[in-house]
């Protein structure tokens, strides 16, 4: 279970953020001594995956999925990208939340006031559940009478994989498959892609 100070928003009046006590009274100073356990948790209860195959023919396509269910990690990353008062040291790129910054009042968003200090609460974490298309793979055997017996080839079949092709989430960092309780900017698996042809001789 996760715990840690709950966020509770943005003060629409004058853009300043609002956490709960422990009381759970609304507060709009910060401090660790509000922390409790927080409805969240950084192991999922269900995970798994299934797969499917398909044969038309000479032709043959698999597929291979994962998901995990409920699950919540830290998005540390956001010291960087949610943070304005860290400046763009390194080449740091913000967030496009940030357009929904608090400007006037009544203004109703969840991202509180220009130069407001950076603080570590519930806010950071993002469920990480999701359904990915982890494999694909097409193959296909060309036709055996394209090979006479005496050839030196005697078969060929052609094929495609495609890797992390699809992914549905909600998680608000890179990638949800990351293992651990924070993300901490690490780079997401990326897309991969190979073609072959293998020969039968």
Not at 16 to 36: C, G, L, R, V
Request: net charge neutral; proline share 3%; no cysteine.
């Amino acid at each position: 279970e996760v715990f840690d100070v709950k966020y509770a928003g943005v003060d629409p009046r004058d853009g300043s953020p609002m956490w709960y006590d422990a009381e759970n009274n609304i507060t709009k100073t910060f401090s660790t001594s509000h922390s409790q356990w927080l409805d969240k948790s950084f192991v999922a209860k269900w995970s798994g995956g299934f797969g499917t195959s398909l044969m038309l023919g000479n032709l043959s396509i698999a597929a291979d999925f994962s998901w995990i269910g409920d699950r919540w990690m830290w998005l540390n990353e956001r010291f960087y990208t949610s943070n304005l008062n860290f400046g763009t040291v390194g080449g740091t790129r913000y967030e496009r939340r940030l357009l929904n910054m608090w400007q006037e009042p009544g203004d109703i968003t969840d991202v509180p006031k220009a130069k407001t200090t950076f603080e570590f609460d519930s806010s950071l974490y993002s469920n990480a559940a999701f359904l990915r298309l982890k494999n694909v793979s097409v193959s296909y055997n060309l036709p055996s009478n394209l090979f006479g017996n005496g050839n030196f080839i005697q078969g060929a079949r052609v094929y495609a994989i495609g890797r992390n092709l699809w992914t549905l989430t909600d998680y608000l960092g890179f990638d949800p498959e990351h293992f651990g309780n924070g993300s901490k900017g690490t780079y997401p698996g990326t897309r991969q892609y190979t073609f072959g042809v293998e020969l039968t001789f």
